[in-house]
């Protein structure tokens, strides 16, 4: 396993500790505190802590967000959302690409469909099983046509 996840030294303290609240995101005194030590311009740190606070529109996003995952969507709805997406996106924890995604086979698509569909509303992705029933050759992107 690489370190590439790890919190880099200079961001193990302040609003990046385990502690810190970003429910709340603290007082407004707790988070210039927290920060300090990166020596940001106050009107930055103001217009930061404004965004951090300011969501009008909070109630709202997690009413649809809590909505739409209620029920899983359909195997026509997953298609359509792979081919929605830009083939350019970075490759994902699994290291599978939407081109690579895109070139799957229906039996492929609704293989992977089949084991995410279990998942769906659970903190569990499912996504190293799904990685493991891949075809070698689509586990890489060196593979990739």
């Known amino acids: 396993m690489n370190n590439y996840h790890s919190t880099p030294l200079r961001h193990q ?3 990046h500790q385990s502690g810190w609240n970003w429910q709340t995101g603290g007082t407004k005194h707790d988070f ?3 920060i300090q030590h990166h020596n940001i311009p ?3 740190t103001d217009t930061i802590w404004k965004a951090m606070t300011d969501t009008p529109k909070a109630s709202t996003v997690h009413t649809e967000l809590s909505t739409i995952f209620e029920s899983p969507p359909s195997f026509e709805d ?3 959302a792979i081919n929605a997406k830009k083939p350019q996106k970075a ?3 699994t290291g599978t690409t939407y081109a690579m995604v895109k070139c799957w086979s229906p039996a492929m698509k609704q293989l992977v469909y089949e084991n995410i569909i279990p998942s ?3 903190k569990h992705t499912g996504m190293v099983e799904i990685k493991n ?3 070698k050759t689509k586990k890489s992107r ?3 046509p």
Do not use: A, K
Request: hydrophobic share 25%; net charge negative.
């Open 13 to 15: 303290n302040g609003i």
């Open 42 to 44: 106050t009107h930055l």
């Open 120 to 122: 769906w509303g659970t």
């Open 133 to 135: 029933t891949l075809p």
């Open 142 to 144: 060196t593979h990739h």
């Open 32 to 34: 210039t505190n927290s």
């Open 78 to 80: 997953f298609c359509n």
């Open 91 to 93: 490759e994902g924890l």
